[in-house]
């Protein structure tokens, strides 16, 4: 978004060109200066000043991978309660959705940009000038307050999926371990194995610690893309072992229901809701491409190949394994080291994940608290404020039981949020004084009302789910396979 900004400051007016690929030391020393913990703009790291910019190649891989989470392995069960017809139409039709969202997000980005000659705008900025620009005077009034709840969703949304990585990377570990003595390597001849009991869970979250605050310490966005590459690569590796063994022995679909109960549906939505969690990670990387006029294409490409391996795996998963589908479908799998190895690829996977999705709630945080001490403090603080984060969602994962159900409600809270009602809301007071179409409306006002009844809807089964597992808690941490 080059635009040149006319700037006065204390010592008179400064020209700013703007040049995403090599942001000026007075743009970056005006936003230090009026950065707030609530304005959630994203800090420029040093190692990112001193280079080009991402390609679109490195945001396409970043894009993905903000999307391949622990989501994607429990979409068979989703399609399961949605119906073999019914899933994956309504996958295709939530990808679109989203994917139309991040689109109003960036479009309404930019017009602000231009509008107020800024360098760049992050969603919390973009909510707060949509709300000064709409006709409502108390919505002018307190239009800060959108910042300040989007800064909150962001940074509860985006925590909230790097403990329950933690979790995941410590089951899944456990698993592998507990079963080690029962795996073969024949694929084809599959018993019941007999767990051999290890250390406790938590003790293995721990172990991952020291990892994840090398991992964190990563300031340069430029710098991640090797570690969300590599977890690309481990991701899709396990994909591909995991697809071909579900198209070997294809029963007759016919056995399952095109469409089911619609009580179960809203399990679906919660899950598939789940997985399009990338809204946080869209205007941080349109940011810092090295040309963003490319970005809408890269992100409507992006989301394309997400929904396609959604539907994919969750279609087949459920054909392959009919009502027997477990919660995630690794747990589906033959016990043998073929198919452990998915267990171990998607460690890896989720261990490099989690340093791209603590970027967003590091960049709200950090630059707020070293706005407020001098430049010998920045640093130092820098890394106090990432190496306390990290600790804490460890802590969380290790003192909140059945973690999964607790980011489910936070997912449904958040991403409902911030996917489907925002930006809806968005384009309407962004554009609604220049003039729009009731078509346009009205497709605005549908779409944030489906985001609210999956809000409602996503935070009662989280939130039913808690009360149920806490009267009865069953836990299981084998990959078993009974023929």
């Known amino acids: 978004m080059p635009v040149t ?12 060109k703007l040049d995403l690929r090599s942001p000026p030391k007075s743009a970056k020393k005006m936003q230090n200066k009026d950065s707030s913990f609530w304005d959630g703009r994203p800090s420029e790291s040093p190692g ?3 280079t080009k910019g991402i390609t679109a190649f490195q945001t396409l891989v970043h894009l993905v991978k903000g999307n391949m989470g622990t989501g994607i392995l429990g979409l068979p069960l989703a399609v399961k309660n949605a119906g073999i017809l019914m899933g994956p139409l309504s ?3 939530m990808g679109f959705i ?21 360098p760049f705008m992050d969603y919390g900025d973009t909510v707060m000038h949509g709300l000064e620009a709409s006709p409502s005077a108390w919505l002018r009034t307190h239009a800060h307050w959108g910042r300040n709840i989007v800064s909150f969703f962001l940074i509860v949304t985006q925590l909230g999926f790097c403990c329950v990585y933690i979790v995941f990377l410590a089951d899944n ?3 592998v371990v507990e079963a080690v003595n029962g795996t073969t390597s024949n694929c084809h001849y599959n018993e019941t194995v007999f767990l051999t009991p290890t250390m406790d869970s938590r003790l293995y979250m721990l172990s991952f610690l020291p990892f994840l605050v090398l991992l964190v310490l990563i300031r340069n966005l430029r710098v991640l893309t090797i570690f969300s590459l590599l977890a690309n690569i481990s991701m899709l590796v396990s994909l591909i072992i995991i697809t071909q063994y579900i198209i070997q022995e294809i029963p007759d679909p016919s056995r399952l229901p095109l469409i089911a109960s619609w009580k179960t549906y809203p399990l679906f939505f919660g899950t598939a809701i789940f997985s399009f969690e990338s809204i946080g990670v869209v205007l941080p990387l349109e940011n810092k491409m090295k040309d963003a006029r490319h970005f809408p294409a890269i992100l409507s490409l992006g989301m394309s190949i997400i929904t396609a391996l959604y539907i994919g795996i969750g279609s087949l998963g459920y054909l392959r394994f009919g009502n027997d589908i477990k919660a995630s479908i690794t747990l589906n799998l033959p016990n043998c ?5 998915v267990k171990l690829l998607y460690v890896v996977g989720i261990l490099c994940t989690y340093a791209l999705q603590f970027y967003v709630p590091a960049e709200i945080i950090i630059p707020f608290a070293t706005s407020q001490v001098s430049k010998r403090w920045a640093l130092p603080l820098d890394l106090s404020i990432r190496l306390a984060m990290v600790c804490l969602t460890c802590t969380l994962a290790i003192l909140i039981p059945r973690l999964d159900l607790v980011l489910s409600l936070v997912g ?6 911030l996917a489907l009602i925002i930006p809806p809301l968005l384009e309407i007071t962004t554009y609604y004084s220049e003039g729009m179409s009731p078509l346009t409306i009205a497709k605005d006002a549908l779409i944030s009302i489906l985001g609210f009844v999956g809000f409602v809807v996503g935070t009662y089964q989280a939130l039913d789910e808690l009360i149920l597992s806490g009267q009865a808690l069953t836990f299981s941490n084998s990959t078993v396979f009974i023929q």
């Open 337 to 341: 080291w073929l198919y452990q190895s």
């Open 412 to 417: 449904s809270v958040s991403s409902s949020a």
């Open 98 to 118: 989203a994917c139309h969202c991040m689109h109003i997000l960036v479009r309404c980005a930019q017009r602000f940009c231009h509008r107020l000659n800024k």
């Open 5 to 16: 900004k006319s700037a006065g400051g204390p010592q008179g007016t400064v020209d700013l």
């Open 48 to 50: 990112l000043e001193k």
């Open 91 to 93: 996958l295709l039709a």
């Open 173 to 175: 570990l456990k698993q």
